[in-house]
């Protein structure tokens, strides 16, 4: 048995942690959160044997052979960095870390360790959307000439509705474009196969004045609480990005959390010269087909019907959707493939997120947000 250790246990904490379970070879032991009620809720749920004090106790414990970061972002660099000085695997929520800099020191010190480390880009791990990036990787598809895409939510619509993403000090520079944007844009640069290279940004806050509850509010959750203090927010809840991909293809990302109405929403649409590809988060088990000359298609979820390096990761017979979990499990299980080896699988035919995927999105980041100050092109 792996020994785990999940260090987080808000929102993203228990979906890791159920992952973990589904993959029978990996016990979590222990968890720990700053808010130590959340904690004990949490192994009481999942018959979690231990509550650990802090998180440096998680990190330092002997028993211990991997650590799940599910932090709020400003701890992303210190745990990571003393989990690597530990000698455990880690699998770290993104981004890697607030700057680029801790992001790079981070890849640096791993590889001179040796550490199998993993970012939780799961959105890259669903079946439709590995078709896609084999098609296109292939040759089948042609040639990438265009990219679009979209990802809105309505979470942050009220002037009541609160997030730690939206404070600076624990977020970092950005909100939407550091949470969602590091998605998507990772989404895109697998399913291509392309590094963005040339971005240019704008981003609007469209509530600048919330009210923050006194209580501690977990992502998505609505907060009840009539004790509040209003404070002024610099951090945006939209973001425009115009990009250009390495072959010279241009791109554009729209994403905003203020959209009534549309929960979450990530999609995407891919023009190449053979035919477009195109996913939405909406319908998971989909992949939409575009053709100039005969009838459009669309390809659902099938074993049977798709690349033999998809249909490995399309776990159910026809017709049974996987869904987000299930995403979250599939790259789970890529990452503890290379744990038990020892190293990272060269032949894996799915490229698996690690911590320098993390850092070269947190230089997309880092780029996109110049490129908003200065309303300019900045090159990644």
Request: proline content about 4%.
């Amino acid at each position: 048995m792996i020994t785990v250790a999940v260090i987080g246990t808000g929102y993203i904490g228990p979906i890791h942690i159920e992952a973990l379970r589904r993959l029978g070879d990996v016990n979590v032991k222990g968890v720990c959160d700053a808010n130590m009620k959340l904690a004990e809720s949490a192994a009481s749920r999942f018959g979690i044997e231990k509550v650990y004090k802090d998180w440096k106790e998680a990190v330092n414990d002997p028993s211990v052979d991997a650590v799940h970061i599910c932090s709020p972002n400003c701890m992303h660099f210190e745990m990571s960095k003393a989990a690597v000085k530990a000698g455990k695997s880690i699998m770290s929520e993104k981004p890697l870390a607030m700057k680029l800099e801790e992001a790079e020191e981070l890849t640096d010190l791993a590889r001179l360790k040796g550490t199998i480390t993993g970012v939780n880009f799961c959105y890259r791990y669903y079946p439709s959307v590995i078709e896609a990036a084999l098609r296109i990787k292939s040759g089948d598809a042609g040639t990438v000439r265009m990219v679009s895409g979209t990802w809105f939510q309505d979470w942050l619509s009220k002037a009541s509705d609160w997030t730690w993403r939206l404070e600076e000090a624990q977020s970092g520079n950005s909100n939407i474009a550091g949470d969602l944007g590091s998605h998507w844009f990772d989404l895109i640069q697998f399913a291509t196969g392309l590094k963005i290279t040339d971005v240019m940004a704008d981003f609007a806050t469209i509530i600048p004045v919330r009210r923050k509850p006194k209580n501690q509010v977990i992502a998505f959750e609505s907060s009840t609480s009539s004790e509040f203090e209003e404070v002024n927010v610099a951090l945006e809840e939209y973001a425009a990005v115009m990009f250009r991909l390495d072959n010279g293809a241009p791109g554009t990302f729209t994403a905003c959390q203020t959209v009534n109405g549309v929960k979450s929403a990530p999609e995407f649409m891919i023009n190449a010269s053979g035919y477009s590809l195109a996913w939405d988060h909406a319908e998971t088990n989909k992949l939409w087909i575009g053709h100039r000359d005969t009838p459009n298609e669309i390809l659902i979820e099938n074993p049977s019907l798709m690349n033999p390096a998809a249909s490995g990761y399309a776990t159910l017979p026809a017709g049974h959707p996987l869904g987000y979990h299930d995403a979250v499990l599939n790259l789970f299980r890529d990452f503890y493939d290379d744990v038990r080896l020892g190293k990272e699988r060269a032949d894996r035919p799915v490229p698996r997120p690690t911590f320098e995927t993390g850092a070269e999105e947190m230089r997309i980041l880092k780029a996109v947000v110049e490129s908003n100050k200065k309303g300019v092109w900045v090159k990644v």
